[in-house]
């Protein structure tokens, strides 16, 4: 592509992600720094409209990039920015652990990609494999319990499980001591197993109410894959109004909620050494035009993928200063998690 074809579709992609309005000929012959007419950049638009990197979506109503046009400027037109060191800062306060769970940081993490990006911020955090150290149960109210599952590595996770009417707070200290005892340097998927054995061949020297609560505990962490935390979702309707674009979106929030999301996230983010771009269908999960993601593994000082953090919206997101965002945030909640 020769250099007036790079600034026109430069400048193309550039209003798109702005205002996501097509622009005409006369008014890019008015920005563009060259002196080309309005019938030149009209030529040069028709042969990048032939490439398939424009189309036109009323007559005379100007350009937008198609897909292949973004992913174009994505990869050979875009400078991608640096990331200040008051946003820096201000990312480091947002996501202090410091007096707070995983699952709360993780949260922030999620709503802070929303905000900076106005778009929805992704944030996954596989399960943890770590050795358990402690297992308690806490009643909260009729019906109502508390799971409170420390790691060996110091992260803690709280689960509230439903449990039968009247059971005493005796049954809840039995169930944490009968796992606890159990606990030995075992993992929760271990342990899950182990327990579910010794219960088959020991029931009767449990009272029911205990062995309901321990059932119900370990159920809890029955599914794999991990947490994923998803913020911002409203904004992906923002300046939504064809019928078309609503049902899409609709399929997408329905597809974010499923475990099949959360483990082709972190396929995703496996493959990819730092920030991917995927725009379109390209990441083969949503199967969907008109949507993008960028997302990046967060890995440990053992370079181990603990997480996925990334931004999905729409094909105009402002890739530029989106990027190094995503890309410091995952290096961040990797070191927290790691």
């Given at each position: ?12 992609v550039?209003?798109?992600v ?7 000929s006369?008014?890019?012959s ?9 019938a ?7 042969d ?12 005379s109503a100007?350009?937008?990039?198609t897909?292949k ?5 994505v990869?050979?037109?875009?400078q ?20 707070r ?10 709503a802070l ?30 019906g ?10 110091g ?5 509230i ?5 009247g ?6 200290v ?16 271990t342990?899950r197993?182990r ?7 020991s ?31 409203g904004k ?13 979106i ?11 999301t ?23 999960m949503f ?6 993601m960028?997302?990046?593994p ?15 919206g729409?094909?105009r ?8 965002v ?13």
């Amino acid at each position: 592509m020769g250099e007036r074809e790079a600034s026109i579709l430069r400048e193309i992609v550039e209003e798109y992600v702005e205002t996501g309005e097509p622009i005409g000929s006369r008014t890019l012959s008015e920005r563009l720094q060259a002196s080309l007419s309005p019938a030149t950049i009209r030529n040069v638009m028709a042969d990048l409209a032939k490439a398939g990197l424009l189309f036109s979506p009323h007559v005379s109503a100007g350009r937008l990039p198609t897909e292949k046009g973004v992913r174009l400027f994505v990869d050979g037109l875009l400078q991608f920015g640096t990331l200040a060191e008051e946003d820096r800062a201000s990312i480091d306060r947002r996501l202090d652990i410091h007096g707070r769970s995983y699952q709360d940081m993780l949260a922030e993490a999620s709503a802070l990609l929303s905000g900076l990006s106005s778009a929805a911020g992704l944030v996954l955090a596989p399960k943890s494999d770590a050795i358990l150290r402690h297992i308690e149960f806490v009643a909260l109210g009729p019906g109502r319990v508390l799971v409170i599952l420390v790691s060996s590595d110091g992260q803690v996770e709280n689960r509230i499980i439903e449990t039968p009417p009247g059971v005493p707070p005796s049954s809840l200290v039995e169930a944490g001591n009968y796992l606890n005892a159990h606990l030995g340097d075992l993992t929760l998927t271990t342990l899950r197993d182990r327990i579910r054995q010794e219960m088959e061949a020991s029931r009767h020297e449990l009272d029911s109410l205990t062995a309901s609560v321990i059932e119900s505990g370990l159920a809890t962490w029955d599914a794999d894959g991990g947490t994923l935390f998803v913020r911002g979702q409203g904004k992906l309707l923002a300046d939504i109004t064809e019928l078309e674009r609503l049902t899409t979106i609709r399929m997408l929030f329905e597809q974010l909620e499923t475990q099949e999301t959360m483990l082709q996230l972190l396929q995703l983010a496996d493959t990819s050494e730092g920030v991917r771009i995927y725009i379109g269908r390209e990441s083969g999960m949503f199967g969907m035009s008109g949507v993008s993601m960028i997302v990046a593994p967060a890995r440990n000082e053992a370079q181990k993928i603990v997480g996925a953090i990334g931004v999905i919206g729409p094909t105009r997101l402002n890739y530029g200063r989106i990027v190094p965002v995503v890309d410091y945030t995952a290096k961040l909640v990797g070191r927290i998690l790691g």
